[in-house]
């Protein structure tokens, strides 16, 4: 597993933000049965930057908290052999690994929901890449019946590694 992450958050992150990541991209992969080593790439940002990424991609003027990018359009969430029929679109051509796609985090809105929430902002960055995997796994919340199963998708995958409410 390569996961890539780029930091242009200009002020200090006080938590051990690399050890969340790789940990819950990690369990993530697990959890949705990926039968191959894969690569993720993700971008720690602040408001303005992720308002502007949101602007550019989606047409939504507004910063977020995260915004994920699949590089796999699945049939339906977790079906991954469909990615054999095609390798040369899916898989880097050097190291072998599928690559799932991109991640954009607002450090400002990990903090601001963490406060907002009344939890760490540990489980706040957690909760955000934990969400994103599976939009990188083919789920989407649309529907209220897709958000249900997110959300209890993302709620077993915190659990898992211990990231609580608390």
Same mark, same amino acid.
């Given at each position: 597993m390569t996961v890539n992450i780029e930091n242009e958050y200009l002020c200090e992150i006080s938590m051990d933000y690399l050890h969340i990541i790789h940990d819950i991209v990690d369990t993530a992969v697990s959890y949705v049965q990926c039968p191959y080593d894969v690569e993720v790439n993700v971008l720690l +940002? /602040? $408001? &303005?930057? #992720?308002q502007e990424i949101n602007? &550019? $991609?989606r047409? #939504? /003027?507004?910063? +977020? /908290?995260?915004l994920s990018f699949p590089m796999i359009d699945f049939r339906k969430p977790e079906e991954f052999t469909m990615v054999e029929e095609h390798p040369e679109d899916y898989f880097d051509q050097d190291t072998g690994a599928l690559n799932l796609g991109d991640i954009v985090i607002s450090v400002d809105k990990v903090y601001e929901q963490a406060r907002e929430f009344g939890h760490s902002p540990e489980r706040e960055l957690a909760f955000l890449v934990a969400h994103s995997m599976l939009h990188l796994s083919g789920y989407d919340h649309e529907a209220a019946a897709e958000q249900l199963i997110m959300e209890t998708k993302q709620e077993e995958i915190l659990q898992m590694k211990g990231y609580t409410r608390d």
């Open positions: +940002t /602040d $408001n &303005e930057r #992720i602007r &550019e $991609n047409g #939504i /003027d507004r910063p +977020t /908290d995260v």
